[in-house]
């Protein structure tokens, strides 16, 4: 029995305090759902759960709410789970397993994040926005993201102004990217807000975050929400189009340097699929930072030409939660033939890659 991808939709990535800063989780979530259940021809009826992954939310579980705002069956319960930056991917896994395990047939899965409207932590004499919650028990090996970003491009030799072309590159594709139907219009933006013409004298100018990690080079935070349909072999049977799912996996690394943390996962999907990186018709790895796409993609082996063929995130902006399943809804829409592989790395040392086929 397999487990395929009937369907994949997003909301447009929008910066911190853009057109989505008022926009509640359910009110960026449920359009996306119910234009997913439509294209892929599936009544409300037929969902079994909804996984979404939130990591910067205010918890009260935002699957539920999704459901309820979308239409949903009351029974379907949903499911929220936290793994920062690779929750978006994970919930696909998690839809894979129930599905492979019997318990369900039709899973939403994915993610959506909303940094305008992150909670704030009181703090003596103010109200402080939250953005981190520590991911090891010692904070001396709990690095800041950008700070462990700059030590990786320094131990690897990835000089800023690489980094920074890589960031050009990634803005250009954006620019000109043709992206069909994947866009579900909300609040009047159907395109990512955040691409621009980023020229190398720019990318040189742009202010520093730590040490050589730009804000040219660092994804900015965002607020999307991304869904895929996950089905069984049976349902996937009459879609008009359907990835397989060939294999996924979720490892855990050193966590004072979590940008190299997809690589193991990103092996190992590869391993059991019983392809290479040169087979790969194409890959989506996060930019979270421009340093950590550029070691991934190299340590795996990847063709540059082939990863985020029309932009990375360092071009759309980084929805926490969301970012994965907006990894496997470009790769799903993009993919005609062979395998298609997403990865991404997550605080605290967690990597997370799946690998599509069709």
């Known amino acids: 029995m397999g487990v395929f991808?009937?369907?994949?939709?997003?909301?447009?990535?929008?910066?911190?305090?853009?057109?989505?800063?008022?926009?509640?989780?359910?009110?960026?979530?449920?359009p996306v759902v119910g234009a997913l259940l439509e294209a892929a021809g599936i009544a409300p009826g037929q969902v079994d759960?909804?996984?979404l992954a939130n990591a910067i939310g205010p918890g009260g579980n935002p699957a539920r709410r999704v459901a309820l705002a979308a239409g949903l069956p009351e029974r379907v319960a949903g499911l929220s789970l936290d793994r920062q930056c690779a929750g978006?991917?994970?919930?696909?896994?998690?839809?894979?397993?129930?599905?492979?395990?019997?318990?369900?047939?039709?899973?939403?899965?994915g993610g959506v994040e909303s940094h305008s409207?992150?909670?704030?932590?009181?703090?003596?004499g103010a109200e402080v926005p939250y953005d981190a919650a520590p991911f090891t028990p010692w904070p001396e090996r709990d690095p800041d993201m950008a700070e462990a970003a700059n030590a990786l491009g320094r131990r690897l030799g990835i000089a800023r102004?690489?980094?920074?072309?890589?960031?050009?590159?990634?803005?250009?594709?954006?620019?000109?990217?043709?992206?069909?139907?994947e866009i579900v219009p909300v609040a009047g933006v159907g395109r990512d807000a955040f691409a621009r013409d980023l020229t190398p004298a720019l990318a040189a100018r742009a202010k520093v975050v730590a040490g050589d990690v730009t804000a040219a080079t660092a994804a900015v935070a965002a607020d999307a929400a991304a869904f895929v349909l996950v089905v069984s072999e049976r349902v996937a049977a009459g879609a008009a189009r359907a990835c397989r799912l060939a294999a996924g996996a979720?490892?855990?690394?050193?966590?004072?340097?979590?940008?190299?943390?997809?690589?193991v996962a990103m092996r190992e999907v590869m391993g059991r699929a019983g392809t290479g990186p040169g087979?790969?018709?194409?890959?989506?790895?996060?930019?979270?930072?421009?340093?950590?796409?550029?070691?991934?993609v190299e340590g795996a082996g990847l063709d540059p030409l082939q990863v985020n063929r029309k932009g990375g995130a360092l071009a759309r902006g980084h929805p926490i939660g969301a970012s994965g399943a907006v990894l496997a809804v470009?790769?799903?829409?993009?993919?005609?033939?062979?395998?298609?592989?997403?990865?991404i790395a997550a605080a605290g040392g967690i990597g997370t890659a799946l690998l599509l086929e069709r």
């Open 49 to 51: 759960e909804i996984v």
């Open 250 to 263: 979720t490892r855990g690394s050193v966590p004072w340097e979590p940008g190299l943390a997809p690589l």
């Open 279 to 296: 087979e790969l018709a194409l890959a989506e790895v996060m930019e979270a930072y421009a340093v950590q796409a550029i070691a991934c």
């Open 117 to 124: 409207q992150r909670p704030e932590r009181r703090m003596p």
């Open 161 to 181: 102004a690489r980094a920074e072309a890589w960031a050009v590159e990634s803005h250009r594709k954006a620019r000109i990217a043709e992206l069909g139907g």
């Open 330 to 343: 470009r790769a799903f829409q993009d993919l005609e033939a062979g395998f298609a592989l997403c990865a």
């Open 88 to 109: 978006g991917l994970d919930a696909v896994l998690v839809a894979a397993a129930l599905i492979g395990a019997g318990m369900a047939e039709v899973v939403i899965a």
């Open 5 to 30: 991808l009937i369907g994949g939709k997003r909301t447009a990535v929008v910066p911190r305090g853009g057109a989505f800063r008022d926009l509640s989780l359910e009110e960026l979530g449920a």
